[in-house]
């Protein structure tokens, strides 16, 4: 316990500089009181609501989050030290997916952040936009309204972008117009770079894709949410809610797993919540709610009685809402890398070479496009994925609402929507085995950012500290399998070409030398590929019918005072990271429910 701060847990001692006073509060100081809005989960969505709501002085906000506070943590300020929390339980839930079926049954390890801050305060820090055409799909998809036009202030409101000191625009370049300047998020270029950006570039130049000014279609360097004067993590803790620590009106109480909404039925079958309970060191305690319960954490529904009633059933858990959509329609970006040794004279003693600015540091270079811009074979595969979708449809295996998902989904890649993403990774990235002891690797990730294969996340008993089910049902569809393929193809193209081919050793570490034809590069694929933890879709915001959770309102079907505010209302996934995203849907939330915005 810090002596200056008693209300905060601050369990590390740090270099970095100490939050305020907060308002963070123990599980017996808030049992039995009634706030007005109750946020389960502290997370990225969570924390920009909170701090929303609560500039009303008026309302009385609590926030519950199950993690620790781990506020002025240098394990997490510390831009280094990402990936090396998982696995930890301070900081991550550390769940794995099931075997995957068409994935030769290999099991996922899927990261969560956990504390406040939730992911953000995990992740790896690429802050960026996705296409317009991905968030106006989701108007298409039945959401009236929610289109770009209207998000686009959003992602603007919550960004502060802060121009680097050294300016290369040869390396890194950006366009001032099409970022926030006011906002909390504190979001730049890496203030270095490593020697590799450069050449990178050219490569990728020289095969035709052609530098972008927005993140849309081509090559861009992406931002990344690392405050490049601070030299720290820049996340929902320490931007949004810290600064605004002190409000009397903004309650956070912290270890505190939430175990159900408590709801009360009417004579129309609608829910009302009226208690949330919580876990706290093995104590049952509850709290009221005044006005609403925001979920920032969706999976709560199915423990409170809200989901489908066969799985509830399953579970031991008594129905009060019949919603088939909950937990469904998970979409989630995957990815897979080769990677190639650097040569031992341009290795880089990283502190040696950059310094303090090190810790500034992250993969930056990016390039988001269609398929057809990397692949011969793309006309033929998407031929074959309409195929496989129309057959799915004649026998039924398709439903009506997923119907809808493909249509877009298929027009998107005629339209040639970028769906694919190559990230190139200076040196460490190298998952799933461990780096060769001495060597350093560049890497170049291919991902896929517009699945057609759906999953699912359901609870499989009545004990909530139970890890739910996590199936992304990764490669459900053939075509998610054989367009990674082509993009790995790609990825061994990109490290081939001069300038960069220069600085490697020509040795490809993965897939191998070994792994040539398209059937080997598919099962280098099913062994060793990983998610890119951007899960959507479990909370999916469709009309009911259509196997929607919640409505344009964030609000959950069928209830009076119950929404959810987290990535898992996207409906329909993004070709981008997620993590701006996150922030805008935070603030949009909070003008929805102040009643600002429909
Ligand atoms: C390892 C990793 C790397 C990533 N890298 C990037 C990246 O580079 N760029 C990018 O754009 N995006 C990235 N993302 C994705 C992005 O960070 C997340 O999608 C986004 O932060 C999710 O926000 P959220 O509010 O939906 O959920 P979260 O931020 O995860 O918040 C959920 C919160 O709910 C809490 N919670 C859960 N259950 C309970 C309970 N029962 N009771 C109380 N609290 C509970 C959790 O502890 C957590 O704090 C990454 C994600 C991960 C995990």
Redesign the pocket.
Known sequence: MNPLNPCCDLSSSSAFPLSPRTMILSANQVSGKSFDYII???????LVLATRLSEDPSVSVLV????AANLDDPEILDPTQF?TR?GNPKYD?AFETVPQKSCNDLSVPF??????????G??????HRPAKSDIDAFEELGNEGWNWALLEDYYVKSERFVEPVKKDPAVLSYTLANHGATGPLTVGLPNVVSRFEGPYRTAIESLGIEFAEKPTNGFWFTPISVDPVERVRSY?ANKYYQPNATRENLSVVVS????KIVTALDANGQATAVEVA?LSEDTSYTVKVGKEVVL??GY?LELSGIGNKSILEAAGIETKIHLPGVGENVQEHFYSSVLQGIRPEVMLNLYEALGKDVFGMAATCIAFVPLASVSPMHASLQESLAKAIEKDISTGKISESLRKQYTIQLKHLQDREPSCEFLMWPLFRTDPSAPVPGVQFLSVSAMANHPFSRGSIHITSND?LLAPRIDPNYFEYEYDLLSIVEQLKFCRKILDQEPLKQFLTGNEFRPGPNVQSDEEIADYVKANMRTT???IGSCSMLPRADGGVVDRNLKVYNTTNIRVV???ILPLHIGA????T?YAV?ELAADIITGQVF
């Open positions: 389960v989960g502290g997370g990225t969505c969570g519950i989050e199950a993690g990936s998982f839930w990261n969560r952040g956990k504390g406040l801050g939730g992911s953000s995990i992740n790896f820090f690429q802050y929902a505190a797993h939430v175990t919580f920032s954490a709560i909530p933890w951007h899960t987290d990535m898992s990271h997620i993590q701006a996150a935070g």
